[in-house]
């Protein structure tokens, strides 16, 4: 089974309904039917919050957070050891320390792929499969 590793552009695309939305919400669909998995770094996900946050407010981030949370994405923490491997990626490939994060989740299994709308990923797409959404 497939898993898509969505990071802090992919979410926001698909909450403001920008290039790409239609794809996120694919993969939120055939999540939620079981045919895939859909997980989101801790670290992309306080971005998602954040972002929204500052935007529309702290009660427009509770519902979206909300809504997100009933699609039961996977949340994976990060601990000490993807800690590590996040900042070895970002040391090789370049990419910020954050999204790093994001590259590490999808990496060593063939079966993931990382859905991003940010290029800046491009070097780290050597190392995982990543799938881009199209630009603005």
Known sequence: MVTYVLDSSAILRYLDDEAGA???????KAHLAGTCEAVVCALHWGEVAGITCKVHGKQAMELVLSRLSSFG???VAADADRA????????KRAVPYVDAFGVELATGARDRVFVTADYDFKPASHDVKMEFLPTK
């Open 22 to 28: 239609a794809r996120v919400a694919e993969i939120i």
């Open 73 to 75: 994405l996977q949340i």
């Open 84 to 91: 590590v491997r996040a900042a070895l990626i970002k040391f």
